[in-house]
DNA sequence: AAGTAATTTGAAAGCATATTCAAACTTTAA
DNA sequence: TTAAAGTTTGAATATGCTTTCAAATTACTT
C-alpha cells in the first residue's frame, strides 16, 4: 500500500504538500497536477486509521435505530447512507431493540469507537452518555422524537398538523364519527399525532372520547384496541391507525371483525410501505417524505462536524402527505 | 482519556506488560488483577484507531446488501449485529441498491477503510475489488446465494427443499394444478427454488409447462406474471409464490383479478414478514430461519478472522419450514 | 526590478498502540 | 538449594498521518 510518503516522492513534492493537497489547502496548480498523477499511478488510498489517530476524527457516523426492521428507519438510512457515503463517512449500524438499557450500551460502543456524530432515531429520554458526547462536541441528530433532557439538532416530522390533515380530509367527505387509534400519550409521536386529531374533531364539533383507543405503539396492542373499540362504538364510519405497525394490527382486527373496508368502515393508515397496496382494497395512507428526511439528517451532521462550535440547535420539521387509495369512502355521494 | 501508559503506571507495571493483558497473553495473576482494577479506576478504552494503525485491523465488519428496506437483509442483519458487537466488532453497512456497479465501489470503499471481513449478500457475480480482498486474506461470507467465480464460505437456505416441501403439502391435501409465481432461471434463488418445484411436480406426475410464471423476483413483473396465469389457466387450484416482495405482486393480482382466497385458489407465499398475517385470509407460507442465520454468518466470520490461514470454504444450508395459516385449503374435504 | 505576498521545504514531534530483545526477575520442579 | 522454565522490564522501533516552524523558493504588484 502506498503512503503519502510514497506520493510525495512519485509527484517530486514535499510529503507536507501531499498531505495540505488531500486535507483542500491551496497549492500551486501545477503540484496539484503532479499529486493527483502520483495518487492516480500508485492507487494511493488514504489510511483512515492513521488520520484518525492523529486527528481524533474516525470519518464514522454511528447510526441508532431502535429495530433495524423498522421499515421507517430503514428507509430513512437508505438515503442517508447514500449521502453519507458520498462525502466519505462510514455508517456505523447499532440496534438497541426498543431497549433504553441497550440504548446506553451501543452509544457507549460508539464512543469507544471514536464516531464523529451520532444519528439517534426514536429516543424519548436522555442517556447518561450523552452527556460525553456533548463533551467531545461530537453532534447528536435526534430523528422522529426529541430527546427529552438533551438539547440537540431534530428532525421531525410534523405530527400534529398530519393528524389535522386527515381529520380534515375525512369530515369534508362526511365523515363524523371517526375513530383513532393512537400510540398513546406516552410517547412523543403518538401524542402529537393524538394531539392533533383532538384539536381537529374539536373544532369540527365531532370530538368524543370514545372514538379515542390505543396506548401502545406496536401491533398486537392496536389489535386489541381497535377490536374493543369497533365492538363497542358500531356507529364509527372512518378509523384512523397512526403508525405502521398499529396499522397492521388495526387491519388485522377488522379482519377478525369481518368487517369490510371501505363498505363497513373507511380506513386511513400512517407511513406508506408494503401492505398498503397488498391488501384489498388498497390503503389510503398519511406518507412521509422518508428519503428527504434522509437526505436533510446527512446534510446537518456533515455542517455540524464542519463547524463544531455551532452551538446553534435546530429543529426541522417535515410534512406528511395523503396518499388516496380506496379504503376511504365519500359519504357526501 | 487514559492510555495504555497511563494503566501502566497506575498498575505499577510496565506498559508492554498492560499491553500483552490486553491482547489476552498469559500473565501472573497479580498483575492482572493490578491491571484490571487501574483500567477500572481510570475508565480506560482501548483507542482502536492506534490500535488498527499498528495492526491493521479495523475491527470493523461490512456488510453489504442489496437494499437496507429489504427485510430479508435486515432481519439477519439484526441478528448479525448483536453477536459481532459482543465480540467487539463494529458493522458497517453499504447498500448496493441492486445495481453491480454500485457494489463495487461500495466494495471499494469498505476495503479503503480496513473492514476485517465482508458479508455480501444476494451477490451472483463477482466484481473485481473481491480479489483485493482475497489478496489481503480479508474473510468473505456470501448469504443467501453463492458468488459464480469466487470461492468463498457461504450460508444458503436450502431452496430446493423448501419448493419439494411446499409443492408435496399442497399435493397432499389433494391440489394437483399448482402455478408457481417464480424469480426465473437467471438468479440463483430464484432457478433453485424452481427446481425444487418442478422436481416436485414431476415426481408427483403432475407437471405442466403452462403452470410456471414470472420472471424477475421483483413485486411488479409478479404482479404482471400472476395476471397472466391466472387469466389464463382457470383450473389451478393453488399458487405458490417464491418470495416476500413476490408474494406482495401475487396478492395484488390476485385481488385486482377478484379472487377470493383460499375458496377460489389457494395460496403459499415465502418468507413470513408483515403481509402474511394482515391480508386476509393470514398467509401460509414458508419460513426462512432468519435468526439462525445471522448468527450462523457472524460465527463463520468471527472464526475465519481469527484463522485467516483457513482456506477451507463451507457451504452451510438452512432448512426452510411451513408456516400454516389460512391461506391454504384441504381439497380431500 | 524591487518589494511583498504566497507557497513549499525538510525535519521533527506526536497520536496510542504492538512488538521485539536482552537482561532481570520469579516461580516451579527436582 | 539449584537449575530450568516462565514472566516482566525498559527501551526502542514502527504504524501513516498531521502539524509546526523557520528558511527557502516562487509568484504576484507596482
Redesign the pocket.
Known amino acids: 500500500?502506498a503512503?503519502?510518503?510514497d506520493v510525495?516522492k512519485e509527484a517530486?513534492?514535499?510529503?507536507?504538500?501531499?498531505?495540505?493537497y488531500?486535507?483542500g489547502?491551496?497549492?500551486?496548480k501545477?503540484?496539484?497536477e503532479k499529486i493527483a498523477a502520483a495518487i492516480k499511478k500508485l492507487d494511493?488510498?488514504?489510511?483512515y486509521?492513521?488520520?484518525g489517530?492523529?486527528?481524533?476524527k474516525s470519518h464514522a457516523i454511528g447510526v441508532v435505530v431502535n429495530a433495524l426492521t423498522d421499515i421507517f428507519a430503514a428507509s430513512i438510512v437508505t438515503s442517508l447512507e447514500d449521502l453519507l457515503e458520498k462525502n466519505n463517512y462510514e455508517l456505523i449500524i447499532a440496534d438497541y431493540k426498543n431497549n433504553i438499557k441497550l440504548l446506553n450500551e451501543k452509544l457507549k460502543f460508539l464512543y469507544s469507537r471514536n464516531v464523529d456524530g451520532i444519528v439517534l432515531f426514536h429516543v424519548e429520554q436522555a442517556v447518561p452518555i450523552l452527556k460525553e458526547f456533548r463533551k467531545k462536541k461530537i453532534p447528536v441528530v435526534a430523528v422522529d422524537t426529541p430527546i427529552s433532557g438533551f438539547e440537540c439538532d431534530t428532525v421531525l416530522l410534523d405530527n400534529y398538523h398530519a393528524s389535522v390533515e386527515a381529520v380534515k380530509s375525512l369530515y369534508k367527505i362526511g365523515h363524523r364519527q371517526i375513530g383513532i387509534i393512537s400510540g398513546g400519550q406516552q410517547g412523543y409521536v403518538g401524542s402529537e399525532r393524538l394531539r392533533g386529531y383532538v384539536a381537529a374533531m374539536k373544532k369540527y364539533g365531532v370530538f368524543d372520547r370514545e372514538l379515542i383507543a390505543g396506548g401502545s405503539s406496536f401491533k398486537d396492542a392496536s389489535y386489541d384496541a381497535t377490536l374493543d373499540l369497533l365492538k363497542n362504538n358500531h356507529q364509527i364510519t372512518a378509523l384512523y391507525s397512526t403508525n405502521y405497525y398499529m396499522t397492521i394490527g388495526a387491519i388485522q382486527a377488522i379482519n377478525k371483525l369481518n368487517l369490510r373496508i371501505p363498505t363497513d368502515i373507511s380506513f386511513i393508515g400512517f407511513d406508506d410501505y408494503d401492505i398498503s397496496t397488498v391488501i384489498k382494497p388498497q390503503l389510503t395512507v398519511v406518507a412521509q417524505p422518508v428519503a428527504k428526511i434522509g437526505r436533510e439528517i446527512g446534510k446537518i451532521i456533515l455542517q455540524k462536524i464542519t463547524n463544531p462550535a455551532d452551538l446553534n440547535y435546530q429543529t426541522k420539521f417535515f410534512k406528511a402527505k395523503i396518499v388516496w387509495r380506496d379504503s376511504v369512502i365519500n359519504k357526501n355521494f
Chains 1, 2 share one sequence.
Open positions: 500500500m503512503t503519502i510518503r510525495a517530486g513534492v514535499s510529503l507536507g504538500t501531499v498531505s495540505r488531500l486535507n489547502y491551496t497549492l500551486k501545477a503540484n496539484m494511493f488510498k488514504q489510511n486509521l492513521a488520520k489517530l492523529k486527528t481524533k
